[in-house]
């Protein structure tokens, strides 16, 4: 089991908070506050008992150093809007600066620290650099899930320093997951999507012992669907992978695990907004057009499926559904999986944005935060951020 905030005591402690603020940014501002809001229950928890609460943050990809772009000014800002309370924001996150703004705080105070990427040996995971991090505090709590699967020095290498717990959000996302691989409730289902099936295989081998049925759509569909034979004219698919693909469907076969591939598809002569579009069976892509997104018969096929499971894990998008004419096929499923009635459980990055576009967030069982992370975490993989909290609760 993880030590919880729950489990320490934190009254007049200084706390240093892994959170994960690495929000879209326009025009100065923050465009989209999901991760912030997601990290306020435990910032809320030690305000209240009167912890001093350090937050450290990385945002964007500024590549170890300083640039302007990724300043979280902004996020501060953001950030005292929804708590409600001041929140100081300190122009470092190593050395002096931070060093004196940690000691003028009052029990119940909220800084927050610049941007650790601004360093190149938080991604290195450079051991002085997270000494000099624990430094400013007694305790650390990683609340980061989207990070947890990245050994850097603000989510792994400070916990060598310090006591070392999870934070609410870190805790619900891994009793979610895990829950979700261990006791799901039956049928189980996984719908998985996106480019391609080389970023998908840990999940799809991990899950073909675990489900009843796999639905497979978006990029990675091409694939599958090639090595059944299918002529998929110019559709982004990987040849090398052709195999691999027939072994998941004997694989799935042997167990027992129903495999649903598009009936039909969204194809153009170009992966562009104004391109000609047409919808085709799936056996059936004509040489010069590529599919870009599932058919209104593989929406309602899968919508089918989805309405007799008890749990739903969906990763990955139907298509390319970030341009207009090809979301269809993303946004139908989300709406059927709204109305299944099944535990939806959505992985992060683009299939979180995906139930957001379709207005269905708050319909879902859980939308993680982390893409990456609830992917590896999904393949059964130890992520380091979670492994330095778990060793801790001997």
């Avoid at 991604?123 to 990070?147: P, S």
């Avoid at 497979?216 to 040849?239: D, Q, V």
Wanted: glycine share 10%.
């Amino acid at each position: 089991m993880l030590k919880t905030l729950r489990d320490v005591e934190v009254a007049g402690k200084r706390v240093l908070v892994r959170v994960d603020f690495n929000v879209p940014l326009k025009e100065g501002k923050v465009a989209d506050d999901t991760r912030i809001r997601a990290a306020l229950p435990t910032i809320r928890y030690l305000v209240e008992r009167q912890a001093r609460v350090i937050l450290v943050s990385h945002l964007g990809r500024p590549k170890g150093k300083v640039d302007e772009r990724y300043r979280l000014d902004p996020v501060a800002a953001r950030l005292e809007e929804l708590l409600g309370k001041r929140v100081v924001k300190v122009d470092d996150c190593i050395g002096e600066a931070p060093r004196a703004a940690v000691e003028a705080m009052e029990p119940g105070d909220v800084v927050l620290l610049e941007n650790v990427r601004f360093y190149p040996e938080e991604e290195k995971n450079d051991r002085e650099f997270a000494r000099q991090l624990a430094e400013l505090a007694d305790l650390y709590v990683n609340d980061a899930f989207g990070t947890a699967h990245r050994a850097h020095a603000s989510t792994e290498g400070v916990a060598r320093f310090l006591p070392a717990v999870a934070g609410f959000l870190m805790e619900k996302e891994i009793s979610v997951l895990s829950q979700v691989l261990e006791r799901p409730v039956r049928p189980f289902v996984a719908l998985l999507g996106g480019a391609k099936v080389s970023d998908k295989i840990g999940v799809v081998e991990n899950l073909l012992g675990r489900v009843d049925a796999l639905l497979i759509g978006g990029g990675m569909a091409n694939t599958f669907l090639a090595a059944r034979g299918c002529k998929m004219g110019k559709s982004l698919l990987e040849p090398d992978r052709l195999e691999l693909a027939r072994e998941i469907m004997e694989k799935a076969g042997e167990k027992n695990v129903k495999v649903l591939l598009p009936v039909d598809l969204v194809v153009a002569r170009a992966a562009e907004p104004g391109a000609e579009s047409m919808v085709v069976p799936a056996d059936g892509v004509p040489e010069e057009w590529m599919a870009l997104d599932i058919g209104p018969q593989t929406v309602a096929l899968f919508a089918r499926e989805l309405a007799r499971a008890g749990t739903v894990l969906w990763n990955g998008p139907m298509g390319v559904f970030e341009m207009e004419p090809y979301a269809a096929g993303t946004l139908g499923v989300a709406r059927a999986l709204a109305e299944s009635g099944a535990t939806a459980v959505v992985g992060g990055g683009d299939t979180a944005a995906a139930v957001e576009k379709a207005g269905v967030a708050d319909k879902m069982y859980h939308v993680s935060t982390g893409g990456g992370a609830s992917l590896e975490f999904l393949e059964g993989k130890v992520l380091p951020g979670v492994a330095v909290l778990m060793e801790k609760a001997g």
